[in-house]
T-cell receptor, first 116, second 118 residues
Framework: EAEVAQSPRYKITEKSQAVAFWCDPISGHATLYWYRQILGQGPELLVQFQDESVVDDSQLPKDRFSAERLKGVDSTLKIQPAELGDSAMYLC??????????????FGPGTRLTVL | AQKITQTQPGMFVQEKEAVTLDCTYDTSDQSYGLFWYKQPSSGEMIFLIYQGSYDEQNATEGRYSLNFQKARKSANLVISASQLGDSAMYFCAMREGRWSGNTGKLIFGQGTTLQVKP
């Protein structure tokens, strides 16, 4: 069964350091999402790609966060510099497209980030 | 604006019994989709069930069913014959149609923690 891959699963870093997360969506999925989930809350969208193009980054803190999906396949989310408030679960999801309300988003295992 | 409300922070159910997790939503769009996900302590979000706003029948997937009441804007998840492995956080989520300007993102509720007792 096809799955969304993410790495690393866990990351501990000190504030002001740079961190990067990687996501490989299900093969053939054109739409890729990065969500951030603070402990005890539901996930919130950070950035969404359609193929290699960003279609929604309205909630991405662009002064410190960046995301890319250069070839329209896998994606990298970077934080530089990391702050204490960035401690959260970072979830990647993919779907076949964004055209239909029923296009299910499938999630990877997530990266749990702790900033000390 | 989209909004999902899950009013039950935590629920307990006895093994083998049925349990209902509540979800209400708010949207002015006519076309939308409702999803339920399960998140075990390991952290991954597992898709459970989907209901489209135009679907006339309630969705079912194995032991999961969705009690969709469109006029009341509710989409409650029913888990039948609870198992110990059902203990997890459950999230209700909504997605509006593209023509409303939505890019396809999911809006999640705050979640409900379910604990199944042996």
């Amino acid at each position: 069964e096809a799955e969304v891959a993410q790495s690393p699963r866990y990351k501990i870093t000190e504030k002001s350091q740079a961190v990067a997360f990687w996501c490989d969506p299900i093969s053939g999925h054109a739409t890729l999402y990065w969500y951030r989930q603070i402990l005890g809350q539901g996930p919130e969208l950070l950035v969404q790609f359609q193929d290699e193009s960003v279609v929604d980054d309205s909630q991405l803190p662009k002064d410190r966060f960046s995301a890319e999906r250069l070839k329209g396949v896998d994606s990298t989310l970077k934080i530089q510099p990391a702050e204490l408030g960035d401690s959260a679960m970072y979830l990647c999801a993919s779907s076949l497209s964004r055209d239909r309300v029923g296009d299910t988003q499938y999630f990877g295992p997530g990266t749990r980030l702790t900033v000390l | 604006a989209q909004k999902i409300t899950q009013t039950q922070p935590g629920m307990f159910v006895q093994e083998k019994e049925a349990v209902t997790l509540d979800c209400t939503y708010d949207t002015s769009d006519q076309s939308y989709g409702l999803f339920w996900y399960k998140q075990p302590s390991s952290g991954e979000m597992i898709f459970l069930i989907y209901q489209g706003s135009y679907d006339e029948q309630n969705a079912t997937e194995g032991r999961y069913s969705l009690n969709f009441q469109k006029a009341r804007k509710s989409a409650n998840l029913v888990i039948s014959a609870s198992q110990l492995g059902d203990s997890a956080m459950y999230f209700c989520a909504m997605r509006e149609g593209r023509w409303s300007g939505n890019t396809g993102k999911l809006i999640f509720g705050q979640g409900t923690t379910l604990q199944v007792k042996p």
